[in-house]
């Protein structure tokens, strides 16, 4: 079946660096969703792109759905502590979801 | 308040006793999912419904069922519990595929 792979698995950094995370799929996918899950918490989602080499942003955030449509990325510029926590990436597809494993993000101050 | 509510929040129990967690909303959404999620493994999709009295297996459906008789209620029933079920739980509620409102989370441990 469909797989979805992000890496990296867990990426430290300063407080102040940049941070991307890529998201692979080994099928086209339909569209992509990205969450974020703090520490403990649940997760909330932050966008969704539809259309091949899309390009969004939310402030610090840069999230792109690339040409192929089998793989995506967000890019945070100048992370913050906030900043930390685990992303996901989400195929949403029809009404089946299929997420990535996952990059957790530690900021250090 | 919009929301998604999961009862119980926390679950310790023995194998082969039938248990329910409980998932409700309140923003009228059609659609509702239920998720595992363990270490290294991401979010794995159990069941989800399109709208009341459509469900439908994700990835991972072995030994769970689920129901969707009214559009607010999505129960999780694990009829025959076993210790590889330990793993912490999210119900989601959704208009169609968009995003997703995700519940607290039930942490069940089944020994």
């Known amino acids: 079946g469909q797989q979805v792979m992000q890496i990296p698995q867990y990426q430290h950094v300063q407080e102040g660096e940049d941070f991307t995370t890529y998201c692979n799929s080994s099928t086209t996918l339909s569209n992509i969703q990205w969450y974020k899950q703090r520490p403990g918490g649940h997760p909330v989602f932050l966008i969704q792109l539809v259309k091949s080499g899309e390009v969004k942003k939310q402030k610090r955030l840069t999230f792109q759905f690339g040409e192929a449509k089998k793989n995506s990325s967000l890019h945070i510029t100048a992370t913050q502590t906030t900043d930390v926590g685990t992303y996901f990436c989400?195929?949403?597809?029809?009404?089946?979801?299929?997420f990535g494993t996952g990059t957790r993000l530690k900021v250090l101050a | 308040e919009a929301q998604v509510t999961q009862n119980p929040r926390y679950l310790i129990t023995v194998t082969g006793k039938k248990l329910t967690v409980t998932c409700s909303q309140n923003m009228n959404h059609e659609y509702m999912s239920w998720y595992r999620q363990d270490p290294g493994l991401g979010l794995r999709q159990i069941y989800y419904s399109m709208n009341v009295e459509v469900t439908d297996k994700g990835d991972v459906p072995e030994g769970y069922k689920v129901s969707r008789k009214e559009k607010r209620n999505f129960p999780l029933i694990l009829e025959s519990p076993s210790p590889n079920q330990t793993s912490l739980y999210f119900c989601?509620?959704?208009?169609?595929?968009?995003?997703?409102?995700f519940g607290p989370g039930t942490r069940l441990t089944v020994t």
């Open positions: 989601a509620s959704g208009y169609r595929a968009d995003e997703q409102y």
């Open positions: 989400a195929d949403s597809g029809t009404y089946k979801y299929i």
